[in-house]
Nanobody
Framework: QMELEESGGGSVQAGGPLSLSCTASGNDYARYAMGWFRQAPGEERQFVAA????????FYSDSVRGRFTVSGDEFKTTVRLQMNNLKPEDTAIYYC???????????????????????WGQGTQVTVSS
Protein backbone atom coordinates (compact mmCIF):
# COMPACT_ATOMS: atom_id res chain seq x y z
CA GLN A 1 0.00 0.00 0.00
CA MET A 2 1.18 3.52 -0.81
CA GLU A 3 0.26 7.02 0.18
CA LEU A 4 0.86 10.04 -2.03
CA GLU A 5 1.24 13.37 -0.30
CA GLU A 6 0.93 16.52 -2.37
CA SER A 7 2.08 20.02 -1.57
CA GLY A 8 2.04 23.32 -3.37
CA GLY A 9 -0.67 24.82 -5.52
CA GLY A 10 -2.68 27.89 -4.63
CA SER A 11 -3.77 30.99 -6.50
CA VAL A 12 -1.87 33.10 -9.01
CA GLN A 13 -2.44 35.71 -11.69
CA ALA A 14 -2.31 34.63 -15.32
CA GLY A 15 1.27 34.43 -16.51
CA GLY A 16 2.62 33.58 -13.09
CA PRO A 17 4.23 30.39 -11.78
CA LEU A 18 3.26 27.74 -9.27
CA SER A 19 4.84 24.46 -8.31
CA LEU A 20 3.54 21.15 -7.01
CA SER A 21 5.34 18.34 -5.28
CA CYS A 22 4.26 14.78 -4.54
CA THR A 23 5.99 12.23 -2.33
CA ALA A 24 5.16 8.55 -2.20
CA SER A 25 5.52 6.53 0.97
CA GLY A 26 4.68 2.94 1.86
CA ASN A 27 5.78 -0.61 1.25
CA ASP A 28 4.93 -1.04 -2.44
CA TYR A 29 8.13 -0.56 -4.45
CA ALA A 30 6.77 -1.11 -7.94
CA ARG A 31 7.29 2.00 -10.02
CA TYR A 32 6.50 2.62 -13.66
CA ALA A 33 5.48 6.26 -13.87
CA MET A 34 4.37 9.03 -11.55
CA GLY A 35 2.78 12.29 -12.46
CA TRP A 36 -0.21 14.59 -12.47
CA PHE A 37 -3.78 14.69 -13.66
CA ARG A 38 -6.19 17.56 -13.28
CA GLN A 39 -9.94 17.90 -13.06
CA ALA A 40 -11.97 21.05 -13.57
CA PRO A 41 -15.60 21.28 -12.43
CA GLY A 42 -17.88 19.28 -14.70
CA GLU A 43 -15.00 17.74 -16.63
CA GLU A 44 -13.23 14.40 -16.65
CA ARG A 45 -9.87 13.91 -15.05
CA GLN A 46 -7.18 14.63 -17.65
CA PHE A 47 -3.52 13.73 -17.96
CA VAL A 48 -1.17 16.67 -17.44
CA ALA A 49 2.38 15.34 -17.17
CA ALA A 50 4.29 12.36 -15.84
CA UNK A 51 7.80 11.13 -15.30
CA UNK A 52 8.63 7.67 -16.61
CA UNK A 53 10.96 5.72 -14.32
CA UNK A 54 11.59 3.33 -17.22
CA UNK A 55 12.76 5.93 -19.70
CA UNK A 56 13.85 8.39 -17.01
CA UNK A 57 12.11 11.06 -19.04
CA UNK A 58 9.18 13.48 -18.74
CA PHE A 59 6.00 13.39 -20.80
CA TYR A 60 3.42 16.15 -21.27
CA SER A 61 -0.03 16.76 -22.60
CA ASP A 62 -0.19 19.11 -25.57
CA SER A 63 -1.94 21.76 -23.49
CA VAL A 64 0.98 22.20 -21.07
CA ARG A 65 4.04 21.30 -23.13
CA GLY A 66 6.52 24.14 -23.10
CA ARG A 67 5.02 25.70 -19.97
CA PHE A 68 5.17 22.90 -17.39
CA THR A 69 8.17 20.84 -16.31
CA VAL A 70 7.89 17.52 -14.48
CA SER A 71 10.84 15.90 -12.77
CA GLY A 72 11.44 12.78 -10.71
CA ASP A 73 14.05 12.05 -8.08
CA GLU A 74 16.58 9.20 -8.20
CA PHE A 75 14.84 7.36 -5.37
CA LYS A 76 11.55 7.11 -7.28
CA THR A 77 9.67 8.69 -4.40
CA THR A 78 9.06 12.29 -5.44
CA VAL A 79 7.87 14.11 -8.52
CA ARG A 80 7.66 17.84 -8.95
CA LEU A 81 5.65 19.91 -11.38
CA GLN A 82 6.86 23.41 -12.16
CA MET A 83 4.10 25.37 -13.85
CA ASN A 84 5.04 28.57 -15.67
CA ASN A 85 3.02 31.02 -17.73
CA LEU A 86 -0.18 29.76 -16.14
CA LYS A 87 -3.47 30.43 -17.89
CA PRO A 88 -7.02 30.64 -16.50
CA GLU A 89 -7.81 27.36 -18.28
CA ASP A 90 -5.20 25.65 -16.08
CA THR A 91 -7.54 26.16 -13.11
CA ALA A 92 -8.42 22.74 -11.67
CA ILE A 93 -7.78 20.32 -8.87
CA TYR A 94 -4.44 18.66 -9.54
CA TYR A 95 -3.98 15.03 -8.50
CA CYS A 96 -0.72 13.19 -8.10
CA UNK A 97 -0.84 9.63 -9.42
CA UNK A 98 1.45 6.61 -9.46
CA UNK A 99 1.37 3.72 -11.93
CA UNK A 100 2.98 0.52 -10.73
CA UNK A 101 3.24 -1.24 -14.08
CA UNK A 102 2.98 -0.83 -17.83
CA UNK A 103 -0.57 -1.06 -19.18
CA UNK A 104 -0.73 0.01 -22.82
CA UNK A 105 0.90 1.94 -25.63
CA UNK A 106 4.64 2.26 -26.10
CA UNK A 107 6.53 0.51 -23.32
CA UNK A 108 8.22 3.10 -21.14
CA UNK A 109 5.76 5.86 -21.91
CA UNK A 110 3.30 6.84 -19.16
CA UNK A 111 -0.33 5.98 -19.75
CA UNK A 112 -2.63 8.92 -20.41
CA UNK A 113 -5.55 7.08 -18.82
CA UNK A 114 -6.43 7.69 -15.19
CA UNK A 115 -7.65 4.11 -14.85
CA UNK A 116 -4.08 2.84 -15.34
CA UNK A 117 -2.80 4.56 -12.21
CA UNK A 118 -2.89 2.65 -8.96
CA UNK A 119 -2.44 5.26 -6.28
CA TRP A 120 -3.72 8.83 -6.01
CA GLY A 121 -3.12 11.87 -3.87
CA GLN A 122 -5.93 13.82 -2.27
CA GLY A 123 -5.73 16.64 -4.80
CA THR A 124 -4.63 20.25 -4.53
CA GLN A 125 -6.37 23.31 -5.96
CA VAL A 126 -4.70 25.48 -8.58
CA THR A 127 -6.55 28.70 -9.42
CA VAL A 128 -5.38 31.09 -12.14
CA SER A 129 -7.13 34.44 -12.40
CA SER A 130 -7.15 36.64 -15.48
Amino acid sequence: QMELEESGGGSVQAGGPLSLSCTASGNDYARYAMGWFRQAPGEERQFVAAFSWIRKAPFYSDSVRGRFTVSGDEFKTTVRLQMNNLKPEDTAIYYCALARHYHNGIYGNPSLRAVDYDYWGQGTQVTVSS
